[in-house]
């Protein structure tokens, strides 16, 4: 009976175990029928006129008691021409490969993860930094690389729409020279985002820009103030609308040192909540001194 009891009694403590615990798969399936000025037309699921990447990820999270959480992300990319890992990196899981503490105090991070100064430009761009955003596509340099490996990153909590993020790279996991800082600042409340986003490695120079969106129900337009390491710099500007279930998006992206202009018209077409269609043309100016390039996409995402 005792015995019984016992067993009863590491039954009922591992339930409680699992359902403080959760493990989720997830990912995205992106199929495009794209083409570029001088090219021909091919089937695309992680190309630059994709909405985005195909991929797949593992994330998980464990209630550890008095508020505090641990989690971990693995996410790779995959090809759906052919079934092959799609990188992003180098690696099998180098889209994404951490673990975090998370509680009131905020956030800890550790491993590979999209960078602080991407979560920035997220915040206001208007299409989500989709593959071919005008802005990623002009000025991608300022966001330091899109993700940091190594890193060693601090959240805050939310106060009030406010947040902020702190990432660090210690030299020993940069080369060995060079240790890398990572920051952004984020207040996102009602219909207004406003982020700054600043990295910078040891000894070298500083990128850094500051953006705003904001909703006005019926149309939503957003600008940004562009300035990376080196002779570029520049700004972004754009809007977009709603017509019936159809979203649209006009996107400007300019470099005023090279005078170049990145030009994109999207329109997307909700099929259901995890499932959209979407059409995309992007004008790259290549500088003053080269042909412009068209490039046009047409694809479906699906989300699970």
Known sequence: MKKTLIALAAVAATGVAFAQSSVTLYGVADAALVKSTG???????????NNGSSRWGIRGTEDLGG???AGFNYEAGLSLNDGSVNQSGGNYFSRAAWMNLSGGF???RLGRTLNPSFFAAAAWELTGTANYSA???QFGAVLGGI???SQIAYTTPNMGGFSATLGYILKGNNGGENAKVDLNAIYKNGPL???LGYNKVQNAEKNIHVGA???FGAFRVAGAIIDPAGDAKGFAIGGGMNAGPVSLVLDIARDTEAKDTNVLFEVKYPLSKRTFAYGAFLRDGEGKNAEAINNFGLGIRHNF
């Open 39 to 49: 090219s021909s037309a091919t089937l695309s699921s992680s190309g630059g006129m």
């Open 67 to 69: 508020g505090l959480k």
């Open 135 to 137: 802005v990623v596509g």
């Open 147 to 149: 993700r940091n490996s």
């Open 106 to 108: 905020g956030e800890l």
């Open 193 to 195: 985002a406003v982020a």
């Open 213 to 215: 969106n904001y909703n």
